[in-house]
T-cell receptor
Framework: DVKVTQSSRYLVKRTGEKVFLECVQDMDHENMFWYRQDPGLGLRLIYFSYDVKMKEKGDIPEGYSVSREKKERFSLILESASTNQTSMYLC???????????FGPGTRLTVT | DQQVKQNSPSLSVQEGRISILNCDYTNSMFDYFLWYKKYPAEGPTFLISISSIKDKNEDGRFTVFLNKSAKHLSLHIVPSQPGDSAVYFCAASRQGAQKLVFGQGTRLTINP
């Protein structure tokens, strides 16, 4: 059974803080993804990685960076958190064929 | 530019009846389509998919229909059950893209 875990379910941070969200998958998937979910906007891709140390920008990468030092771990970094980054963050992994992705439970981040 | 659109933010259906969720896309290069289901405080879970070489795929109570000429797909749930109450996302991909494009989601409520 595929398992994708995220480091926190709920997180409250102050404006300007550096925030790390971590994601670990146990299925040896090549691809890992970070999304944010906002009401009325669906799931929007922030960054994805198709291999260790490789990353590609998604649709909304501004204000975010990522790190993938090991195949099973993909981190999302908010260098200086802002209130408009308050959202639900979802990590996913997938083998790429046939495109199915497996999601973690999400991290509800609030920036005050 | 929203390439995948779910124009109904919400849908309410009586238990036992058919639920029909709709999704439109604009990119004719998409060749694989998926539906995900999301409960509150959980990550999305894969429900059913369809390749562009087919026009119908069925899995138990769930059937997805694809109309390529109209760039439209729909998810039928028959009969609808209270446990089907969730947010449903449609997603699309194209060969080699390694990533999914999601719609905004439709909140389905099944009334007893």
């Amino acid at each position: 059974d595929v398992k994708v875990t995220q480091s926190s379910r709920y997180l409250v941070k102050r404006t300007g803080e550096k925030v790390f969200l971590e994601c670990v998958q146990d299925m040896d998937h090549e691809n890992m993804f970070w999304y944010r979910q906002d009401p009325g906007l669906g799931l929007r891709l922030i960054y994805f990685s198709y291999d260790v140390k490789m990353k590609e920008k998604g649709d909304i990468p501004e204000g975010y960076s990522v790190s993938r030092e090991k195949k099973e771990r993909f981190s999302l970094i908010l260098e200086s958190a802002s209130t408009n980054q308050t959202s639900m963050y979802l990590c996913a992994s997938g083998a790429g064929d046939p495109y199915e992705q497996y999601f973690g439970p999400g991290t509800r981040l609030t920036v005050t | 530019d929203q390439q995948v659109k779910q124009n109904s933010p919400s849908l309410s259906v009586q238990e036992g009846r058919i639920s029909i969720l709709n999704c439109d896309y604009t990119n004719s290069m998409f060749d694989y389509f998926l539906w995900y289901k999301k409960y509150p405080a959980e990550g999305p879970t894969f429900l059913i998919s369809i390749s562009s070489i087919k026009d119908k795929n069925e899995d138990g109570r769930f059937t997805v229909f694809l109309n390529k000429s109209a760039k439209h797909l729909s998810l039928h749930i028959v009969p609808s059950q209270p446990g089907d109450s969730a947010v449903y996302f449609c997603a699309a991909s194209r060969q080699g893209a390694q990533k999914l494009v999601f719609g905004q989601g439709t909140r389905l409520t099944i009334n007893p």
